[in-house]
């Protein structure tokens, strides 16, 4: 089945410690992208990526890292996490970008104390 | 720089009235996409809208597109329950591979 898979579904953690959140698709899609979803916000891209080796800022990169080296894998690394990156989280993928149909992980609930 | 206006933000309707969400945007597109998103689950893509006067249907929503008045909307006919969700429209900017999303529209249908 053609999916974007992302774990963990929920994460609660503590101010200043790392974490990753996991983003795999198996559609051989070469565009990724990370949004963060808060309320009357909509959901802000974080990171994408056109390919692999191959990554931009969105319009929220601060506090965010990503990279790209295999074409199906794009985690979300939180350096040092604060509670203002507090958010729910989607990875999504497309075949080439934002001009294909854009298909969306099940979402991470990230609380940071 | 592109920015998109979503409303009205909140909506509860009674089952079997029409409602119209409204989407507007500031530059030029060539390309909307409308969602859903179910509490608590990840975004289903609904309509992508792709020329001026385009007009897709699917059962009870009617979306439309008018690109000379950078507008979007999202008609609901005689709503029901399974209605109630989240809807966004989301909006690409002309040749160019840059995306924004509006803010939600939360409906409730209520008995």
């Known amino acids: 089945e053609a999916q974007v898979t992302q774990n963990p579904r929920y994460l609660i953690t503590v101010t200043g410690k790392k974490l990753t959140v996991t983003c795999s698709q198996n559609?051989?899609?070469?565009?990724m992208s990370w949004y963060r979803q808060d309320p009357g916000l909509g959901l802000r891209q974080i990171y994408y990526s056109m390919n692999v080796e191959v990554t931009d800022k969105g319009d929220v990169p601060e506090g965010y890292k990503v990279s790209r080296k295999e074409k199906r894998n794009f985690p979300l690394i939180l350096e040092s996490p604060s509670p203002n990156q507090t958010s729910l989280y989607f990875c999504?993928?497309?075949?080439?970008?934002?001009?294909?149909?854009?298909?969306f992980g099940s979402g991470t609930q990230l609380s940071v104390l | 720089e592109l920015k998109v206006e979503q409303n009205p933000l909140f909506l509860s309707m009674q089952e079997g009235k029409n409602y119209t969400i409204y989407c507007n945007y500031s530059?030029?597109?060539?390309?909307l996409y409308w969602y859903r998103q179910d509490p608590g689950k990840s975004l289903e893509s609904l309509f992508v809208?792709?020329?001026?006067?385009a007009v897709k249907q699917e059962g009870r929503l009617m979306a439309s597109l008018d690109t000379k008045a950078r507008l979007s909307t999202l008609h609901i006919t005689a709503a029901v329950h399974d209605l109630s969700a989240t809807y966004f429209c989301a909006v690409v900017l002309y040749n160019n591979n840059d995306m924004r999303f509006g803010a939600g529209t939360r409906l409730t249908v209520k008995p």
């Open positions: 809208l792709l020329s001026n006067g």
């Open positions: 530059t030029t597109s060539d390309r």
């Open positions: 559609m051989n899609h070469e565009y």
């Open positions: 999504a993928s497309s075949l080439t970008g934002v001009r294909e149909k854009l298909f």
